[in-house]
């Protein structure tokens, strides 16, 4: 549980830095930032997802330090090959250069610091990785507001960021040097390379082509209204991803980590058991959070976003809301179903799906004269759709609910949705968005507990009798 307070206390720090940075920079410079570090993010999937995700797959206590030591040397050579990457961006990347030179280094630093949180989480070592969390976050609250304000440029703020993963990164790789844990592989690097591919390269292929998916969107914004109306956008997508993301990465830190002791100790169909009660978990919080973001967001506007970014804001929201509740179901509740049993490329085959739905519908839009913010919401809904649909497919029985999830979910939801359109009407005040937001949760929370939705009441029983 402490992995995941760590986790969550983080994301909301980061959370609140964007919307500060945003205020302070304005649309256009945020935008210029937004996507340098969208294509940052990108770049660290690509190179180094599948170091994190093989270390929070197969290392644990038991293995000792070999794996750890064998990741780390793939992860030196690669990053040898990033800076030389990021020397030839500063040398050529003409206008805006210095932005560009520090996209590789931030990815490199980000994909550190994410390593070594992977393996804190592997060894459920909760008090490591929340340290870990404290201290990135801790650098990033002083340094981005400050240089946000004093230099009011993407290069500074991106930089400023650079700096604190640099920072907490190497405060970690001292830590992890005094207690001995990068000792040398003692096996053969290249077979035991080949084997991790096999799980993560599938994977990482996935996530590179929803985050292509993503990035494009955000491109296509700047290519169509300009960078001020790509900060606009950027800010609200953000919104969204972080949001679900978030809660859903909270949930997988508390509840994959089990399936994946229950498939070490206890077999396979063991794994498949608790990740099918784990999707249901899942699937019982991000809903509700999707139709109350809805009812809310005209509300939240204008305590979170600078005048600037009013307007387009909750309308982009609304527009991204139902396809990326849709990937965050993807990713948290489906994906574990083949993960657990190293079965990962029909994930590559389901992101394509949707990346291939999402350009025809890109092509259809303009017969259909539609403007920008459906397009959105139509390209990333239909794509989300079609990957999940493909997903089932492979899954099978096991990624439906059980027998009346359903019906008790819709319940639970129609309890929420009445008290917050009860309180709407009331004003548009703080007092009114609280009350909205802690109504319409515990009338969820009393329904779900009622009719005991994801099997909350049994849990609750069961931890009370232990």
Same mark, same amino acid.
């Given at each position: 549980?402490?992995?995941?307070?760590?986790?969550?206390?983080?994301?909301?720090?980061?959370?609140?830095?964007?919307?500060?940075?945003?205020?302070?920079?304005?649309?256009?410079?945020?935008?210029?930032?937004?996507?340098?570090?969208?294509?940052?993010?990108?770049?660290?999937?690509?190179?180094?997802?599948?170091?994190?995700?093989?270390?929070?797959?197969?290392?644990?206590?038991?293995?000792?330090?070999?794996?750890?030591?064998?990741?780390?040397?793939?992860?030196?050579?690669?990053?040898?090959?990033?800076?030389?990457?990021?020397?030839?961006?500063?040398?050529?990347?003409?206008?805006?250069?210095?932005?560009?030179?520090?996209?590789?280094?931030?990815?490199?630093?980000?994909?550190?610091?994410?390593?070594?949180?992977?393996?804190?989480?592997?060894?459920?070592?909760?008090?490591?990785?929340?340290?870990?969390?404290?201290?990135?976050?801790?650098?990033?609250?002083?340094?981005?507001?400050?240089?946000?304000?004093?230099?009011?440029?993407?290069?500074?703020?991106?930089?400023?960021?650079?700096?604190?993963?640099?920072?907490?990164?190497?405060?970690?790789?001292? =830590? &992890? #040097?005094?207690?001995? !844990?990068?000792?040398?592989?003692? $096996?053969? /690097?290249?077979?035991? @390379?080949? *084997? %991790?591919?096999?799980?993560?390269?599938?994977?990482?292929?996935?996530?590179?082509?929803?985050?292509?998916?993503?990035?494009?969107?955000?491109?296509?914004?700047?290519?169509?209204?300009?960078?001020?109306?790509?900060?606009?956008?950027?800010?609200?997508?953000?919104?969204?991803?972080?949001?679900?993301?978030?809660?859903?990465?909270?949930?997988?830190?508390?509840?994959?980590?089990?399936?994946?002791?229950?498939?070490?100790?206890?077999?396979?169909?063991?794994?498949?058991?608790?990740?099918?009660?784990?999707?249901?978990?899942?699937?019982?919080?991000?809903?509700?959070?999707?139709?109350?973001?809805?009812?809310?967001?005209?509300?939240?506007?204008?305590?979170?976003?600078?005048? =600037? &970014? #009013?307007?387009?804001? !909750?309308?982009?929201?609304?527009? $991204?809301? /139902?396809?990326?509740? @849709?990937? *965050? %179901?993807?990713?948290?509740?489906?994906?574990?179903?083949?993960?657990?049993?190293?079965?990962?490329?029909?994930?590559?085959?389901?992101?394509?799906?949707?990346?291939?739905?999402?350009?025809?519908?890109?092509?259809?839009?303009?017969?259909?004269?539609?403007?920008?913010?459906?397009?959105?919401?139509?390209?990333?809904?239909?794509?989300?759709?079609?990957?999940?649909?493909?997903?089932?497919?492979?899954?099978?029985?096991?990624?439906?609910?059980?027998?009346?999830?359903?019906?008790?979910?819709?319940?639970?939801?129609?309890?929420?949705?009445?008290?917050?359109?009860?309180?709407?009407?009331?004003?548009?005040?703080?007092?009114?968005?609280?009350?909205?937001?802690?109504?319409? =949760?515990?009338?969820?929370?009393?329904?779900?507990?009622?009719?005991?939705?994801?099997?909350?009441?049994?849990?609750?029983?069961?931890?009370?009798?232990?």
């Amino acid at each position: 549980m402490l992995m995941s307070a760590a986790f969550l206390a983080s994301a909301l720090i980061q959370f609140a830095l964007g919307l500060v940075v945003a205020w302070v920079l304005g649309a256009a410079e945020f935008g210029a930032y937004a996507l340098a570090l969208a294509a940052a993010v990108l770049v660290q999937t690509i190179v180094f997802e599948w170091i994190r995700l093989s270390a929070t797959r197969f290392h644990h206590g038991e293995d000792g330090n070999r794996l750890a030591g064998l990741l780390m040397r793939y992860f030196t050579r690669i990053t040898a090959g990033l800076l030389v990457v990021a020397l030839l961006l500063l040398v050529f990347g003409e206008v805006r250069r210095w932005l560009l030179c520090v996209i590789p280094l931030v990815a490199v630093a980000a994909g550190f610091v994410d390593f070594r949180a992977a393996l804190l989480r592997a060894e459920f070592n909760q008090r490591g990785y929340a340290l870990l969390m404290l201290l990135r976050n801790l650098l990033a609250i002083i340094l981005l507001p400050l240089a946000a304000w004093h230099f009011g440029s993407a290069e500074a703020v991106l930089a400023a960021f650079l700096l604190a993963l640099v920072v907490s990164a190497a405060a970690i790789e001292f =830590a &992890f #040097r005094r207690r001995g !844990s990068l000792a040398s592989p003692d $096996a053969q /690097p290249m077979a035991d @390379l080949r *084997a %991790l591919l096999r799980y993560s390269g599938p994977i990482v292929a996935t996530n590179c082509v929803y985050l292509a998916l993503f990035f494009a969107l955000r491109s296509a914004v700047a290519l169509t209204g300009g960078m001020a109306a790509a900060g606009q956008f950027s800010l609200a997508f953000d919104f969204v991803t972080k949001l679900f993301t978030t809660i859903g990465t909270a949930i997988d830190l508390a509840l994959f980590q089990l399936a994946v002791r229950a498939a070490r100790d206890e077999g396979d169909g063991a794994g498949k058991a608790r990740v099918a009660v784990n999707a249901e978990i899942v699937a019982a919080i991000l809903l509700p959070m999707a139709v109350g973001l809805f009812l809310v967001v005209s509300l939240l506007e204008e305590f979170l976003v600078a005048p =600037a &970014f #009013r307007g387009p804001f !909750s309308t982009f929201v609304m527009a $991204a809301v /139902p396809g990326i509740a @849709l990937y *965050a %179901l993807i990713q948290y509740a489906l994906h574990p179903f083949l993960q657990i049993v190293h079965r990962t490329m029909p994930l590559v085959h389901a992101a394509m799906a949707g990346f291939v739905v999402a350009g025809l519908l890109a092509l259809a839009m303009p017969i259909f004269g539609l403007a920008l913010v459906p397009a959105i919401f139509w390209g990333l809904a239909g794509a989300m759709l079609a990957a999940m649909l493909v997903l089932i497919r492979h899954i099978g029985r096991a990624a439906l609910p059980s027998p009346g999830f359903a019906g008790r979910l819709m319940l639970a939801l129609a309890g929420m949705i009445g008290v917050v359109l009860v309180i709407r009407p009331l004003g548009q005040g703080p007092g009114v968005l609280t009350a909205a937001i802690t109504g319409g =949760a515990a009338t969820f929370a009393a329904v779900a507990l009622l009719v005991d939705l994801a099997g909350l009441r049994t849990w609750l029983r069961a931890r009370k009798a232990a």
